[in-house]
């Protein structure tokens, strides 16, 4: 995080949050009642806003003059704001300009913040050859999530402390579905049920994420920190 982010004042205007341009701003409509997954394109301290139409190429219809309630992810704060559309632009492209909000809701999310999840995923071996616990490849579940790690559940213990282990899972992000392929270390590993079923419960964390397998993560993670604070419906 950057010294700016630490000592941001305790009502922080948009500015002072020092949003990129091309993060996700999610739009919600009043009436009719919807949501749209938009992008930053810019903005002017004070003016206006100037985010795309829509994420996915489809373009609602928007009329100028329309309410609308914004959330972003910005660093590690998330903000919120109610607004509406100043101006709707159609050349080059369709974008519109909205209002620069005067109020922001700021909540900060640490990085180490889990979210409870129940996710489908398939674990497979570092390197071939490199594992000698367990068939592969496998499946279990993510029972809670962070941007740095999670806890994986399944039938059979995945290895021991240290080693390491390939992990898929798909979620979905503003209705957007996307997978993550990502190398984790086991940290912990411990059986929480015996017979009949054995279930052993693996901490695990995440190495050596790309830039984009970064982005999916925090923004699904953010996501679902909302729908858990009751800020946004479950999107599911």
Known sequence: MTEALKKLPENPGLAELKPQVGEKIQLELRSPVGRISSKLLGYKEGV????????????????????LTARMITGNYIAAFST????????????????????LEVRRIRKHTRVPVNLKVSLDEYEEGSSVV???????????????????????????????IFVTM?????????????????RNVNQIESEPVNVYRHGVEFLELDEDTRLILAS?????FLIETGSIDDLG
């Open 134 to 164: 367990g068939v592969w490849p496998c499946s279990g579940f993510c029972t809670d999530i962070s941007l740095v790690g999670a806890c994986v559940e399944v039938s059979s213990p995945l290895g021991n402390v240290g080693d390491r």
């Open 84 to 103: 509406r559309v100043m101006k709707i632009q159609n050349t080059p492209f369709t974008y519109w300009h909205l209002e620069y909000p005067q109020q």
């Open 48 to 67: 206006s806003l100037m985010v795309s139409a829509s994420a996915n190429g489809r373009v609602p219809l928007v009329k100028e003059g329309q309410r």
């Open 220 to 224: 699904f993670v953010y996501q679902q």
């Open 170 to 186: 798909r979620v979905s992000v503003a209705d957007i579905d996307q997978v993550i392929l990502a190398p984790i270390v086991i």
